[in-house]
């Protein structure tokens, strides 16, 4: 078992869903709450990456973030190194192509509470970050977790934008996903069975953990 | 004394009807006024532009020597800034939040001192004793609306707005709930601006009317005085009485 690639893919799991959470919180209460015309644009761009193949998203993030690219000269004044082929362009990747994961069941949970408790808590004295934190938030929690567990799920079984924007690199950007492949292709069946297990394993049992947490929380 | 000075322009997205009203309220001695008007004449999105939950497109609201909204200015206080009350239609108490909680939730922020002898202050004066552990959804209407009102005055707000307060409620329950709420805003001593559509509560609860047809005050005075003679068809219609 390939124990550098799963520590890699957890890492990475695990800083996409922060700022997911960071992002992907005020993104989702702005589309939830807007009345802006050009709502329907902003809604359609976080939603892209689920029609797209990994690929093609994998394949402009290249483009857009190489050395030459403003993005990437901006990147290589405050690091000293760049975007594509290293751990922190994987995880720009991974936060890009899971953001309607996270994003649309954030949405759905704050579209669902009734807007007059928000209102009720402006008229209390409530500013709109308390509002937030102490009414939306609890009772959107269980499309929260939702978000949560489906981004952080999603970026462990990610193949095509991390091999795209990251490469192959074993403890750079080689993640279990990638890990299985190349066994796949050294012919070591034996070891990919093991990683392959081992992903059925937590995604059921993700799985099964949000669904009970959902069922707690849900009869409020 | 305070004065109260409104007026204002609301047309609602997509081109619909159009609000527009202007008053100015002496706003000091605890007296209540309706604002009766048929169901889409307007009066809740006058009571709504007072609290700050929607904008006005033209015109101003000022308060004393505050202005919470004036249009030319691109001004709009935020409705935790206008330090009004507000209960809400079917009263939006917090379902994850017990009793003692939704009352407290108004203080937050006051320092914890401050806010659990006036929540014990607020239980005891909206008799909602032994209820401070209940959610709002174990809680009967009447129950609710107290809590609600208890609520919204924790601030000690200078102007209460109440939105069809008893409309949430059976016929029985309502008449019940009338007179105590009656007594409740006499007691609290805030001045109050209630909406309804029944004539029923405006007698019942009302030192004075505005009568609202399509987004316009179409007559206003001393209760008894608009029930009595009202000016127009459209006034007696809403009174009940014949023209």
Redesign the interface.
């Given at each position: 078992m390939d124990w550098v690639a799963i520590a890699l893919t957890l890492k990475l799991a695990a800083l996409t869903t922060l700022i997911l959470g960071v992002v992907g919180l005020p993104l989702a209460y702005w589309l939830a709450t807007t009345r802006r015309r050009w709502r329907p644009l902003v809604d359609a761009a976080v939603a892209v990456p689920l029609l797209l193949p990994p690929t093609v998203l994998g394949f402009y993030l290249l483009m857009a973030t190489g050395p030459s690219s403003v993005i990437g000269r901006l990147y290589s004044r405050v690091s000293d190194g760049t975007l594509p082929f290293s751990f922190a362009g994987i995880v720009l990747a991974s936060v890009l192509y899971n953001l309607p994961f996270a994003v649309r069941p954030f949405a759905s949970g704050f579209a669902a509470v009734d807007r007059r408790l928000l209102e009720a808590a402006r008229c209390l004295g409530a500013s709109a970050p308390r509002t937030f934190m102490t009414v939306m938030v609890p009772l959107s929690w269980p499309s929260l977790l939702a978000g949560l567990v489906l981004a952080f799920a999603h970026t462990v079984g990610e193949f095509g934008v991390v091999l795209m924007v990251g490469g192959n690199i074993p403890g750079v950007t080689r993640t279990i996903a990638l890990a299985i492949y190349d066994d796949v292709q050294a012919l070591d069946y034996a070891g990919a069975n093991e990683a392959s297990a081992l992903l059925v394993l937590f995604a059921v049992s993700v799985l099964a953990v949000t669904y009970s947490l959902q069922r707690r929380v849900l009869p409020l | 004394m305070t004065l109260l000075d409104v007026d204002i322009a609301f047309r609602y997205?997509g081109g619909g009807a159009t609000i527009e009203c202007a008053w100015k309220d002496p706003v000091g001695e605890p007296r209540v006024t309706v604002f009766l008007g048929s169901s889409g004449s307007g009066k809740t999105t006058i009571l709504r532009c007072l609290?700050?939950?929607e904008r006005p497109q033209r015109g101003h609201i000022r308060f004393g020597d505050r202005t919470w909204f004036d249009a030319s200015q691109a001004i709009q206080l935020?409705?935790?800034r206008r330090g009004?009350?507000?209960l809400?239609q079917?009263y939006?108490?917090?379902?994850?939040m017990t009793v003692e909680r939704n009352i407290a939730?108004?203080g937050?922020?006051a320092g914890g001192d401050a806010v659990m002898p006036r929540v014990a202050e607020l239980l005891e004066a909206f008799r909602l004793r032994g209820l401070e552990r209940r959610l709002p959804r174990q809680l009967s209407g009447g129950q609710q609306q107290r809590v609600a009102l208890a609520?919204?005055v924790?601030?000690r707000p200078k102007l209460l707005l109440l939105d069809e307060p008893l409309s949430a409620l059976d016929r029985a329950t309502a008449d019940e709930v009338r007179e105590e709420l009656r007594a409740l805003i006499r007691a609290l001593g805030i001045p109050a601006y209630i909406v309804s559509h029944d004539r029923a509560d405006a007698l019942a609860l009302a030192d004075r009317m505005f009568v609202i047809d399509e987004g316009r005050i179409i007559q206003s005075g001393a209760t008894r005085e608009v029930f009595d003679a009202p000016q127009t068809p459209a006034a007696a219609r809403l009174v009940g009485a014949r023209s």
């Open positions: - | 997205p609290a700050g939950l935020p409705p935790d009004l009350g507000f809400f079917d939006a108490l917090f379902p994850h939730f108004a937050l922020g609520r919204a924790f601030r």
